[in-house]
């Protein structure tokens, strides 16, 4: 079945900086990638997500790159604000299989 | 908007004892599930149902039940309840298969359980 691997676990950057965080999966098929954002006391929403017909897709400061050759995928947030502060899961599919998730990336913006 | 509602918020559990955790929606979803979300860990699909009347196990279905009379209502029952089962617990839901492309998954706020 299909895996997901997500790094760094945990990640602090300056206000203004970039994040970057990075998956991996284990499934050739797997053809979606949802990534979903978590809050403190929040149950996760989904954020952005790309297919597998798609190398990049942008969403003002957000943006997800695909790479199936190597299969992985990564998120970039550029211009971190504090509200970007919060976990960040990256999720892999498969047609109508079952989504998998990767462990969690919380992410801390330092003033 | 309600979307998808979970209670209780919190839950304090002796070993052994039983409980249901209730979720509802009102999107009208076919598809619903339970996760449940260790420290630190990812999420581990519990159980899940494609319609009412019908429910499958996920990753991790042993030591709870569900069942999904309605489209709105799918609670989780935890029977005998065990340390292990610490944890926090999401009911979400959505339209169509989670696999497929633009189809969000709605979670509800989460269910803290300690069992002691």
């Known amino acids: 079945g299909e895996n997901v691997e997500q790094h760094p676990s945990t990640l602090s950057v300056q206000e203004g900086d970039s994040a970057v965080i990075k998956c991996t999966y284990s499934d050739s098929a797997s053809n979606y990638f949802p990534w979903y954002k978590q809050e403190l006391g929040k149950g996760p929403q989904l954020i952005i997500d790309i297919r597998s017909n798609v190398g990049e897709k942008k969403d003002q400061r957000i943006a997800v790159t695909l790479n199936k050759t190597a299969k992985h995928f990564s998120l970039h947030i550029t211009e971190t604000q504090p509200e970007d502060s919060a976990v960040y899961f990256c999720?892999?599919?498969?047609?109508?299989?079952?989504?998998?998730f990767g462990s969690g990336t919380r992410l801390s913006i330092r003033p | 908007n309600a979307g998808v509602t979970q209670t209780p918020k919190f839950r304090i559990l002796k070993i052994g004892q039983s409980m249901t955790l209730q979720c509802t929606q009102d999107m009208n979803h076919n598809y619903m599930y339970w996760y449940r979300q260790d420290p630190g860990m990812g999420l581990k699909l519990i159980y899940y149902s494609v319609g009412a009347g019908i429910t499958d196990k996920g990753e991790v279905p042993n030591g709870y039940n569900v069942s999904r009379s309605t489209t709105e209502d799918f609670p989780l029952r935890l029977e005998l309840a065990a340390p292990s089962q610490t944890s926090v617990y999401f009911c979400?839901?959505?339209?169509?298969?989670?696999?497929?492309?633009?189809?969000?998954?709605?979670f509800g706020e989460g269910s803290w359980l300690t069992v002691v």
């Open positions: 999720a892999a599919s498969g047609g109508a299989s079952k989504i998998i």
């Open positions: 979400a839901s959505s339209y169509s298969s989670q696999g497929s492309f633009g189809n969000t998954i709605y």
